[in-house]
DNA sequence: TATGCGTGGGT
DNA sequence: TACCCAAGCAT
């Protein structure tokens, strides 16, 4: 493939207008462009920047992150959220020290095996990191394109993702493939912003059919509207004599997975028999509860309803420890990978509600 | 293939 | 306030 118009318009808008000087613009390896691009899904550049700072400085190179502890990677991500891609990323690394002596592959096929690399990831390390020609779709490119090509309907349906794949695919060139991967990002969040894009200033303004159309406020569609559930649980915040509160690792999947945070009680079990459910699960001997204020957390898919309560633990404490849990004090506990409403909680006074 | 997975910013 | 969404991937 040539390098048509778009691309040329594109790649002269990036020169005079682009991104140039992002912390994982400096010595593109591909271990540092492929931390850059994990952190980067799904996230904005402005939250990624601190937290990639402290991360290379910690995990240098691939080595060093593949024989970290992994409360170490987990808590370098507390806050980033998507926990998930910590894991992955830790996986991966090890994957590439075992089974590539420490060097990333270069090839789609072989990127796109390692854990939560897939098909836009791997082309953003190829192209980035290697200065080869692929062809990537993020939510920036996604937008860029709904809107250059007037493809309707919402991203998320497959039908509709295969064919911005298809155009992402016909306009990448076989020149410049950094900055032209690098560009039209930077376009979609410079200037064809998902609100009041500045179409006066873009380079593509001449061959965009939904601005041709005045549409571009259609594209791309967006996602049916669904009603959150609103869903209910427990804290527990269960403090001994010398005041350490007791912190209980999450289970490896779903929400929060493999982070520290404080024991969690199903809602189905009313607040008299809080006391009673701490025996029974933990083994400890609890005063009775005072509740916390609670609040609701926001998550994609549901609301939580985080209800706080707090209980002393009387005397010698028999925990029934499987490995998964720990008393800390509250400032040696905001230092751990906590879920960020409860790194909030333990970080504020608590404003006893007594029942 | 539709859904689960976090948090913070924009409107 | 409440909703939408963001440099997606795994299952």
Same mark, same amino acid.
């Given at each position: 493939m040539t390098t048509d118009s778009f691309a040329e318009q594109l790649l002269a808008w990036?020169?005079?207008?682009?991104?140039?000087?992002?912390?994982?613009?400096?010595?593109?390896?591909?271990?540092?462009?492929? %931390?850059?691009?994990?952190?980067?899904?799904?996230?904005?550049?402005?939250? %990624? %920047?601190?937290?990639?700072q402290a991360f290379m400085e910690r995990?240098?190179? %691939?080595?060093?992150l593949a024989e970290a502890p992994v409360d170490d990677v987990l808590s370098y991500w507390s806050g980033l959220g998507y926990y998930a891609r910590a894991r992955n990323l830790q996986t991966a690394a090890q994957t590439v020290v075992e089974d590539f002596g420490g060097l990333f592959p270069e090839t789609q096929e072989e990127l796109e095996g390692?854990?939560?690399?897939?098909?836009?990831?791997?082309?953003?390390?190829?192209?980035q990191a290697?200065?080869?020609?692929?062809?990537?779709?993020?939510?920036?490119?996604?937008r860029v394109l709904a809107r250059y090509h007037a493809v309707p309907g919402w991203p998320g349906q497959t039908r509709v993702l295969n064919q911005?794949?298809?155009?992402?695919?016909?306009?990448?060139?076989?020149?410049?493939v950094r900055d032209y991967t690098q560009g039209i990002m930077d376009l979609g969040a410079m200037v064809c912003t998902r609100s009041r894009p500045a179409c006066t200033d873009c380079p593509l303004q001449t061959g965009c059919k939904a601005y041709a159309r005045e549409e571009i406020h259609l594209y791309p569609g967006s996602?049916?509207?669904?009603?959150?559930?609103?869903?209910?649980?427990?804290?527990?915040?269960?403090?001994?004599?010398?005041?350490?509160?007791?912190?209980?690792r999450r289970p490896p999947s779903g929400i929060w997975g493999g982070l520290w945070s404080l024991p969690e009680i199903d809602p189905a079990y009313g607040a008299e028999e809080l006391q009673a459910a701490c025996e029974h699960n933990l083994g400890l001997d609890c005063t009775e509860p005072e509740l916390i204020r609670g609040f609701r957390h926001t998550f994609s898919h549901y609301?939580?309803?985080?209800?706080?309560?707090?209980?002393?633990v009387a005397g010698e404490h028999t925990l029934r420890d499987n490995g998964q849990h720990k008393?800390?004090?509250?400032?040696?506990?905001?230092?751990?990978?906590?879920?960020?409403?409860?790194?909030?909680?333990?970080?504020t006074p608590d404003q006893a509600i007594l029942l």
């Open positions: 990036y020169d005079q207008h682009g991104r140039h000087n992002l912390p994982w613009h400096n010595n593109r390896t591909a271990y540092r462009v492929w %931390v850059s691009e994990i952190m980067l899904q799904q996230t904005q550049v402005a939250t %990624v %920047v601190p937290y990639y995990f240098p190179n %691939v080595e060093a390692l854990k939560g690399i897939g098909r836009s990831t791997a082309a953003a390390i190829i192209a290697f200065g080869k020609r692929a062809a990537i779709l993020d939510g920036n490119v996604k911005l794949w298809e155009h992402a695919e016909a306009h990448t060139p076989d020149t410049r996602r049916p509207k669904k009603a959150k559930p609103e869903k209910t649980t427990w804290m527990l915040i269960l403090e001994d004599k010398e005041g350490r509160v007791l912190l209980e609301h939580l309803h985080i209800q706080p309560a707090r209980l002393s008393w800390l004090h509250r400032h040696e506990a905001l230092s751990l990978g906590l879920p960020a409403p409860i790194r909030a909680l333990l970080a």
